[in-house]
C-alpha cells in the first residue's frame, strides 16, 4: 500500500534552513507527480510545491517562492523540501503527497521562532 514518510522537521530561528525529506513506497515513484503541503494551527492545508514526474517541473506557491525548493531522487523513491530564509509564518505541519492517492503521511513539523 502507499506509504510516505515525512522527517527533517525542526525548530530554527528565522533566517533560518531546513531540508524536508519524503521517503514514498507502495507506487511507481518515478512517474508519479509529486507534492509538499503544510498546515499551520487553525488553518486548512497549503500547497506548497509540486514536481513533475518526467520533466521534473516545479511550481510554488507565491508565499514560498525564490525561498523553497522542491527536488526529487527517483533512485531514492524521496522527495525533498530545501527551505532556506525562513520565516515565522512558515510554522506548520509539512506533509508530501502522491495527488494520485488519497493518502497523507504523517508530517514533519516545522517551527520558526523569531
Known amino acids: 500500500q502507499v506509504q510516505l514518510v515525512e522527517s527533517g522537521g525542526g525548530l530554527v530561528q528565522a533566517g533560518g534552513s531546513l531540508r524536508l525529506s519524503c521517503v514514498a513506497s507502495?507506487?511507481?515513484?518515478?512517474?508519479?507527480?509529486m507534492t509538499w503541503y503544510r498546515q499551520a494551527a487553525g488553518k486548512e492545508r497549503e500547497l506548497v510545491a509540486t514536481?513533475?514526474?518526467?520533466?521534473?517541473?516545479?511550481t510554488y506557491a507565491d508565499s514560498v517562492k525564490g525561498r523553497f525548493a522542491i527536488s526529487r531522487d527517483n533512485a531514492k523513491n524521496t522527495v525533498y523540501l530545501q527551505m532556506d530564509s525562513l520565516k515565522p509564518e512558515d510554522t506548520a505541519m509539512y506533509y508530501c503527497?502522491?495527488?494520485?492517492?488519497?493518502?497523507w503521511g504523517q508530517g514533519t513539523q516545522v517551527t520558526v521562532s523569531s
Open positions: 514536481i513533475s514526474s518526467l520533466t521534473r517541473t516545479t
Open positions: 503527497r502522491n495527488p494520485g492517492f488519497d493518502y
Open positions: 507502495g507506487f511507481t515513484f518515478s512517474r508519479a507527480a
